[in-house]
C-alpha cells in the first residue's frame, strides 16, 4: 500500500481509536469541545485569511470591495509584492490570521463560556446514565473533528514540504496516493485556491529520457561530436542535455509548416518590438493548446511511438509541456524572435515533475526572458519576477 495513504488513514483513525480506548469523563469533554473550537478558529482564519490575500493582491477588478482595498494599498507596498506570489503569502497572510483570530476571540470566548460549556455538560449528564460501550463510542464520535483536522493539517504541511524539498519518490507516493489524491481536491485545493496551489500540469517519472550526453544545439546547425575531453567537462558540470525529448529528436520537433509560419506572422502584425512579439505568441499558445493528460500518462510510462512536437500540437490543439515548447519555438522562429527550450523541474500545485518552457530573448534590453506556455493557462507566467519559485533546475537544450 502506499506509505501516504498509510499515514493519511493511520491519522484519521487513531484519534477515535484512542478516544474509544480512554475513559469518558467531562474534563475530556470540557477539553474536546475546547480543542474542536479552537481547530475551527484556526482553519477559519487560515482560509478567511487567504481568500483575502487572493483577491485583495490577485484578483481586484472593477468596482468590487476587494479592488477598493488593493488600491488604498501604498504605492510602494504594491510595487514590492508585484509579481511575488509566495512572498505576498508568506508575509500578508500570517497578519491577516492575527487580525482575523483576534477578532474571532471576541465571539468565541463567551460562545465557549455560555453555550459549549453547559452543551457539554448536558451531553454528558445524558451520556453519563449508559453503559460503558456507548460511553466509550461517544469517545471515539467527539475525536472525529480532531482526526479531520489533523489530516487536514498533514496534508497541508506535506504540500509545504514537497514544495521546498522535491523529492522523487515523495512526489510519486503523492501522485499515486489515491487518499492524498481526494484530500487535495477537496480540502486543500480550496483552502490553497491561489497561486500556491495551481491547477498545471507537470510529468512524473522520468519522462524526458536522457539519451547520452551531448552538446546543445546551437542555432539550427546539427549536433557536433562530443570530444571525450568535453563529455568529462560536462559531467564535472553535471550538465544533463538531452537528445530525445518523448520519443523524437529537438530537430525533428521544433519543425514548423506554412500553416505555423502564417499564423504566428498574422498574430505579431507590424510588431517590431522583440518582446511585444514574443508576448503575443505567448498568449496565442497558452490559449489555443489543450494539455493532454491521456499523453502526458502514457509518456511517463513508455515515450516511443508517442507523436510529439510543434506540427502535431498546432494540428491537434493539443500537448504536453514539450509540444507547447517547440510550438512556441517555431513560431518566435517565423516572426524573427530568438527563443531556447529549457527543462528542468516544475512545481504543479502538488508535486514537482520533469519539465520544460521556453526563453526568449529581449533585445531591447539585453536579455532573456522566462516563457511558460504551458503555466500560461492558469496564470501569467510570462517575464514573471518570481518564475523560479515553481521552476528549478533549469537547462538549456537548444537555442534559436
Not at 124 to 140: L, M, N, P
Not at 308 to 332: H, N, P, W
Request: hydrophobic residues 40%; contains cysteine.
Amino acid at each position: 500500500m502506499n506509505y501516504i495513504t498509510i499515514i493519511i488513514l493511520a491519522i484519521l483513525i487513531l484519534p477515535a481509536l484512542f478516544g474509544f480506548l480512554e475513559s469518558f469523563s467531562r474534563e475530556r469533554l470540557h477539553y474536546s469541545m475546547a480543542s474542536l473550537l479552537d481547530h475551527v478558529e484556526f482553519l477559519f482564519s487560515l482560509i478567511a485569511s487567504i481568500y483575502l490575500t487572493r483577491r485583495i493582491f490577485f484578483e481586484h477588478s472593477g468596482s468590487d470591495i476587494f479592488n477598493e482595498l488593493y488600491t488604498s494599498i501604498p504605492e510602494g507596498v504594491k510595487s514590492f509584492f508585484y509579481g511575488k506570489d509566495v512572498l505576498t503569502y508568506l508575509i500578508v497572510t500570517p497578519i491577516l490570521m492575527l487580525v482575523i483570530t483576534t477578532v474571532l476571540r471576541l465571539v468565541t470566548e463567551p460562545l465557549y463560556r455560555y453555550v459549549v460549556i453547559p452543551v457539554a455538560d448536558g451531553v454528558y449528564s445524558v451520556i453519563d446514565t449508559s453503559g460503558s460501550f456507548i460511553k466509550r463510542f461517544f469517545g471515539a464520535v467527539w475525536q472525529i473533528p480532531r482526526s479531520l483536522f489533523l489530516v487536514f493539517t498533514f496534508g497541508l504541511l506535506l504540500n509545504f514540504y514537497a514544495y521546498y524539498f522535491p523529492t522523487p519518490a515523495l512526489s510519486k507516493w503523492m501522485n499515486e496516493s489515491t487518499a492524498y489524491q481526494f484530500l487535495y481536491k477537496t480540502a486543500i485545493f480550496p483552502a490553497l485556491n491561489s497561486n500556491l496551489a495551481k491547477k498545471v500540469p507537470v510529468l512524473v517519472n522520468d519522462s524526458f529520457r536522457e539519451i547520452g550526453k551531448v552538446l546543445p544545439r546551437n542555432g539550427q546547425q546539427g549536433i557536433p561530436e562530443v570530444s571525450g575531453q568535453l563529455k568529462d567537462e560536462l559531467a564535472k558540470r553535471n550538465i544533463k542535455v538531452i537528445e530525445y525529448f518523448n520519443g523524437v529528436t529537438l530537430d525533428e520537433a521544433i519543425k514548423s509548416s506554412p500553416e505555423i509560419d502564417e499564423t504566428a506572422r498574422k498574430i505579431v502584425g507590424n510588431e517590431k518590438n522583440s518582446r511585444k512579439k514574443a508576448f503575443l505568441l505567448y498568449q496565442w499558445v497558452s490559449r489555443h493548446v489543450e494539455y493532454d493528460y491521456d499523453k502526458a500518462d502514457k509518456l511517463s510510462k513508455d515515450p516511443r511511438g508517442t507523436s510529439s512536437g510543434a506540427i502535431e500540437a498546432f494540428q491537434t490543439r493539443k500537448g504536453v509541456c514539450f509540444d507547447y515548447s517547440c510550438l512556441y519555438i517555431a513560431m518566435c522562429r517565423a516572426t524573427g524572435v530568438k527563443v531556447r527550450l529549457v527543462t528542468g523541474l516544475g512545481y504543479s500545485g502538488v508535486s514537482w515533475g520533469d519539465h520544460a518552457w521556453n526563453q526568449v530573448y529581449y533585445a531591447e534590453q539585453n536579455r532573456w526572458i522566462n516563457v511558460d506556455t504551458t503555466f500560461g493557462s492558469a496564470a501569467d507566467y510570462f517575464d514573471k519576477p518570481d518564475f523560479s519559485v515553481d521552476h528549478r533546475y533549469d537547462e538549456v537544450q537548444g537555442e534559436w
